[in-house]
């Protein structure tokens, strides 16, 4: 069910103009922080290279 | 027109098949819903055209499921048009409304109508009258497809900016039947400000939309703002079909994708 | 069984949005927008959408109200309306007539709008009349 919303709220959000790789989508089992630390590690890196999200500017404004 | 549709509906009175027909009025140069009970009344009977075809249309099956819930062993007819007729079809499958307690009184929609809603399919199943019109391919939502990311956000906070969060989308529509509306709710959209949380308010409505939007643009119609939702709830659509093969309001077997756990 | 709409104007400001007010065997269940209505052209703000809300709320007044020992009880038409006058020309005779000033409302007709400032200026004798939708 969750697949199926975050496929949908993607393609929405790209409708909308913002950027759908803003969402991601991973199975982590609760017993591996590891893997847990990892993905948040890197999608926290992934979004600093795609920049502040417009809407805050448009909040501000 | 509307000989071949009253004399069914007076049909279906003589015979006792149904309690009433829920209809659309003509009085004093106004249109508005109405049950008809008995034949003499349908004198006054109106097909929703004021001075544009079909610019007089009403949620008819909202207005239904209040009736049904209130008289839910007496059988009534409904005045559709092809939108009306999906709303049913999910209708039933939601189980606001009983199949065997409905009969619809289908209406085709001429082609001006079918070209300005860009309509998939302009005319019911149970087509009494009124022609069977072709489906219209949306110049809107490619409108919008052709845009880059950038202005897409530019254009959609724009038109969302000019919000009274008058509600009115959502209350018109006819298959809006929550008791709780996720709109209302605020810890989902912040309460006190004009407009409402902009883009949340609208894409948190669009998501709602998912095998529930017909199609009918009752919405557009009733936003004082002038605010395209009819373009981006077609979206919503096409996504729908697109990722999960759903078309809202043709399979009475298929339930939308957003109401199964499981599935792909 | 009767299920109809009414036509009616919006009570809420000057607009005068013209609505359908939904109802099922003599009960309001719902307002609509009226699409033939020239004033809104089938459009209405959220007061209006709500207007069948207040007609049948719980709360409203039936009973005219008098403040005894700072709680509101209910009182007769005559104990409300001698009360109110007494203490408008108590008042008025004590500290003058520019003392009272009086607020009107959208809500009310231009007829009793009228009314209002005419008891104002005249039964009263002072300019403070205003509108609620100067606040």
């Known amino acids: 069910m969750a697949q199926k919303r975050m496929t949908f709220l993607q393609k929405l959000m790209s409708f909308s103009g913002i950027d759908p790789d803003r969402l991601r989508l991973r199975w982590v089992s609760s017993a591996d922080a590891s893997a847990f630390v990892d993905e948040i590690s890197q999608f926290t890196e992934d979004l600093k290279k795609m920049g502040p999200n417009p809407l805050k500017a448009k909040e501000a404004a | 027109m509307s000989t071949t549709v009253k004399a069914y509906v007076e049909q279906l009175l003589d015979e006792g098949k ?44 909202q207005l239904l499921i209040t009736l049904a819930a209130k008289y839910p062993d007496d059988t009534f007819a409904v005045l559709v048009r092809g939108c009306d007729e999906r709303g049913l079809k999910e209708l039933f499958k939601w189980e606001q409304l009983r199949e065997e307690k409905v009969i619809p009184v289908g209406i085709g929609c001429p082609d001006e109508l079918a070209k300005a809603c860009e309509c998939e399919k302009p005319f019911p199943e149970a087509l009494i009258e009124g022609p069977q019109g072709q489906k219209v391919d949306s110049e809107k939502v490619a409108h919008v497809d052709g845009m880059d990311l950038e202005t897409r956000l530019e254009f959609w906070l724009g038109e969302f900016d000019r919000c009274i969060k008058c509600f009115g989308c959502r209350n018109v529509c006819p298959m809006c039947f ?29 998501v709602h939309m998912v095998g529930r939007c017909i199609d009918c643009g009752l919405c557009e119609e009733a936003c004082p703002a002038d605010i395209p939702l009819r373009t981006l709830y077609k979206k919503v659509a096409d996504i729908v079909h697109e990722a999960f093969g759903y078309r809202t309001g043709y399979e009475p077997d298929k339930k939308s994708p957003f109401n199964i756990i499981g599935g792909l | 069984m009767e299920f109809k709409s009414v036509l009616t104007t ?14 099922l065997d003599g009960k309001l269940v719902g307002t609509l927008p009226s699409k033939t209505s020239r004033a809104n052209e089938g459009k209405l703000c959220i007061k209006g959408w709500t207007v069948h809300e207040f007609v049948t709320n719980s709360k409203r007044l039936t009973q005219p109200m008098v403040r005894r020992n700072g709680t509101l009880e209910e009182a007769s038409w005559d104990e409300a309306l001698s009360l109110a006058a007494g203490r408008l020309a108590e008042i008025k005779e004590k500290y003058g007539p520019d003392s009272i000033a009086m607020l009107t409302s959208a809500k009310c007709t231009n007829e009793e709008n009228y009314l209002l400032q005419k008891f104002c200026r005249a039964a009263i004798g002072t300019n403070n009349i205003d509108h609620c939708a100067r606040l």
């Open chain 2, 18 to 61: 149904i309690k009433g027909f829920l209809g659309l009025r003509e009085e004093n140069g106004h249109i508005m819903p109405h049950l008809f009970c008995s034949p003499e009344d349908l004198v006054h009977m109106s097909l929703g055209d004021n001075t544009r075809p079909g610019d007089a249309r009403y949620p008819l099956n």
């Open chain 2, 178 to 206: 929550c008791n709780e509306c996720a709109l209302q709710e605020e810890s989902l959209v912040g309460t006190g400000k004009i407009p409402p949380d902009n883009p949340t308010f609208h894409l948190t409505r669009a």
């Open chain 3, 10 to 23: 919006c009570p809420y400001c000057g607009c005068g949005c013209g609505l359908l007010l939904e109802v």
